[in-house]
Nanobody, 114 residues
Framework: QVQLVEFGGGLVQPGGSLRLSCAAS????????MGWYRQAPGKQRELVAA???????NYADSVKGRFTISRDNAKNTVYLQMNSLKPEDTAVYYC????????WGQGTQVTVSS
């Protein structure tokens, strides 16, 4: 059974930082492209960042220079370091694993507010 479990969401002030983690089980993690998506109220889910099995990364323009995605294949975990957070980063953040199949985590809330 495939499980993606996100950790690290919460409430942070504008300009602050958070680090999200996603622990995967039930897949050969190192073979998968891993991604972080987010969905704000009333908006479509959008790609935030992705990292391929070879370590190539891709970011949404809105987070370039502020967010960093990384992975630890030994721990079956993908991370999203979020710095200089803005109120518009407020959303539910979802972990995603893609190869032939696509799997999703349950999501973790990130709220940026003073």
């Amino acid at each position: 059974q495939v499980q993606l479990v996100e950790f690290g969401g919460g409430l942070v002030q504008p300009g602050g930082s958070l680090r999200l983690s996603c622990a995967a089980s039930g897949i050969r993690f190192s073979f998968y492209t891993m991604g972080w998506y987010r969905q704000a109220p009333g908006k479509q889910r959008e790609l935030v960042a992705a990292i391929t099995n070879s370590g190539n990364t891709n970011y949404a323009d809105s987070v370039k220079g502020r967010f960093t995605i990384s992975r630890d294949n030994a721990k079956n975990t993908v991370y999203l370091q979020m710095n200089s957070l803005k109120p518009e980063d407020t959303a539910v953040y979802y972990c995603n694993a893609q190869r032939v199949n696509v799997y999703w985590g349950q999501g973790t809330q990130v709220t940026v507010s003073s």
